[in-house]
């Protein structure tokens, strides 16, 4: 990803991405726990959302990604303004990369692990792969805490 991000593209790639559509937008709400407050109300509606990349990122604390991209080991951020990552043109940050880790007190990897376990086992229960816990009273419980 930062080879794509920081290298100028060739001709087949360039003419893609003079070709791709430029429109974007926010969509606010769409997963638990959403901003400071948010509650999920379930309403039975469903939504697929195509795109070409998703990144599942787990755990408290970040590391550096690499040598090339500027880190604060003492914050665990990558320093940023808004998300750009400073000092490294077209690349953008997010989530507890960008603030440091926020919320509740961390869990240890086996209590993790008890979470990631009942998750799967509810999701099995109503064939999906996983079914998440929505508040995180349940997970702590979940969890032993």
């Known amino acids: 990803m930062l080879k794509t991000a920081m290298e100028t593209p060739g001709e087949k790639e360039h003419e893609r991405r003079e070709k791709a559509s430029r ?46 991209v500027p880190f604060d080991s003492h914050r665990a951020i990558v320093p940023n303004n808004m998300g750009r990552i400073q000092e490294a043109p077209g690349l953008y940050c997010s989530g507890w990369l960008k603030t440091g880790p926020t919320g509740v007190k961390p869990v240890t990897f086996s209590e993790w692990e008890k979470i990631d376990s009942e998750e799967v086992r509810r999701g099995a229960a109503i064939g999906k792969p996983r079914e998440k816990l929505l508040t995180v009273e349940e997970m702590l419980q979940v969890a032993g805490k």
């Not at 606010?28 to 726990?33: D, K, L, T």
């Not at 039975?44 to 795109?51: H, I, K, Q």
């Open 23 to 68: 429109v974007w937008g926010l969509r606010f709400y769409r997963s638990p726990g959403s901003g400071e407050g948010a509650r999920v109300v379930m309403t039975g509606e469903m939504e697929d959302v195509s795109c070409g990349l998703i990144i599942s990122s787990i755990g408290y604390k970040s590391l550096s990604i690499d040598p090339s």
